[in-house]
């Protein structure tokens, strides 16, 4: 099972990155799919999920109407698209896999994932 994030960097406020989430080995359609972030001495947080077909999304409230994610599935790939960048948005930003029946619950709870991958940086300068 791999999961890697990738599409991290260094922007400045008002700015936008695209953030991609490759997965292999897995069931990747049958999963639900959620972007976490951790800025230094703070806990884990979760930003976004969609579910194993697309149709459902859920956001942190901190994200609102700035990102949107999305997911190829026949690209084994899932998408976070980042507008409007704020210095509060640094941190790393890792991707987890969680089973589809999780879409139903609190799908942004980072202990209902069962894989994760290595996180990428994503710095905001004011």
């Known amino acids: 099972v791999q999961l890697q994030a990738s599409g991290g960097g260094l922007v400045q406020a008002g700015g936008s990155l695209r953030l991609s989430c490759a997965a292999s080995?897995?069931?990747?359609?049958?999963?639900?799919i959620g972007w976490f972030r951790q800025a230094p001495g703070k806990e884990r947080e979760g930003v976004s999920c969609i579910s194993s077909g697309g149709s459902t999304t859920y956001y942190a409230d901190s994200v609102k109407g700035r990102f949107t994610i999305s997911r190829d599935n026949a690209k084994n790939t899932v998408y976070l698209q980042m507008n409007s960048l704020k210095p509060e948005d640094t941190a790393v930003y890792s991707c987890a896999a969680g089973w589809g029946t999780i879409i139903v619950t609190t799908p942004l709870k980072d202990t209902l994932y069962d894989y994760w991958g290595q996180g990428t940086q994503v710095t905001v300068s004011s």
């Open positions: 080995g897995f069931g990747f359609d049958n999963y639900v």
